[in-house]
């Protein structure tokens, strides 16, 4: 499977534990983006990656979150003292940039469902 | 603000008919409009997509309407077919130091057999 995986599909976690999510992308794609979804929701813009460089944070992500990609191939996303609030889908997705084209599709991951107690 | 809404939160079509989901936008600097479905825990998968300098784009059972000066796209799907079900977000790209794709709520497709 050369999709875009990660790990875990499902975590629960009590109020103020940290948890951390990973995310392996297809593995030509620079560049890596998390999003966050909710019920009812569409997925929100959290952050993006190009190669290992993080170049752009959603102000919906608070000094609790932080996003890694070391390599510039998988991506870590950690959330310290969770809060109820928390409790969301996950996603991430990847892309390839490709010169001559001014947008490349997304291609996602099936999501970390967080579940804060 | 919500730049992109679908208005629409289901929908139900009988099996071989028309389906057709709406997408309205606030924002004329969008450049790149897309669809993707989603089925239960899975997610967002690609459909298709359309430049804002276009107005359609046809990919087998699926074509992407936009109309410009109405900011409004629409996703036909002819045939529908039961495994179409699913739930569909509308998103538009937007270049603002890196590409970033604002999703609608989605509308929830039934296709009934």
């Known amino acids: 499977d050369t999709g875009v995986s990660q790990d875990p599909r499902h975590k629960i976690t009590k109020r103020g534990q940290n948890v951390t999510f990973r995310c392996d992308p297809i593995s030509e794609h620079n560049r890596l983006y998390w999003y966050r979804q909710t019920l009812g929701q569409g997925p929100e813009f959290l952050t993006y990656f190009q190669n290992e460089a993080q170049l752009e944070k959603s102000r919906l992500l608070s000094d609790r979150f932080s996003a890694e990609r070391p390599k510039g191939s998988f991506s870590t996303l950690e959330i310290q003292r969770t809060e109820q609030g928390d409790s969301a889908m996950y996603l991430c997705?990847?892309?390839?940039?490709?010169?001559?084209?001014?947008?490349?599709?997304?291609?996602f991951g099936p999501g970390t469902r967080l579940t804060v107690l | 603000d919500q730049q992109v809404k679908q208005n629409s939160p289901s929908l139900s079509v009988q099996e071989g008919r028309i389906s057709i989901l709406n997408c309205d936008y606030t924002n004329s600097m969008f450049d790149y409009f897309l669809w993707y479905k989603k089925y239960p825990a899975e997610g967002p998968t690609f459909l298709i997509s359309?430049?804002?300098?276009?107005d359609k784009n046809e990919d087998g059972r699926f074509t992407v309407f936009l109309n410009k000066s109405a900011k409004h796209l629409s996703l036909h799907i002819v045939p529908s077919q039961p495994g179409d079900s699913a739930v569909y977000f509308c998103a538009a790209s937007i270049f603002s130091g890196t590409y970033k794709y604002i999703f609608g709520t989605g509308t929830r497709l039934k296709v009934l057999a």
């Open positions: 997705a990847s892309s390839h940039r490709t010169s001559g084209r001014t947008y490349n599709e997304q291609f």
């Open positions: 359309i430049s804002s300098i276009k």
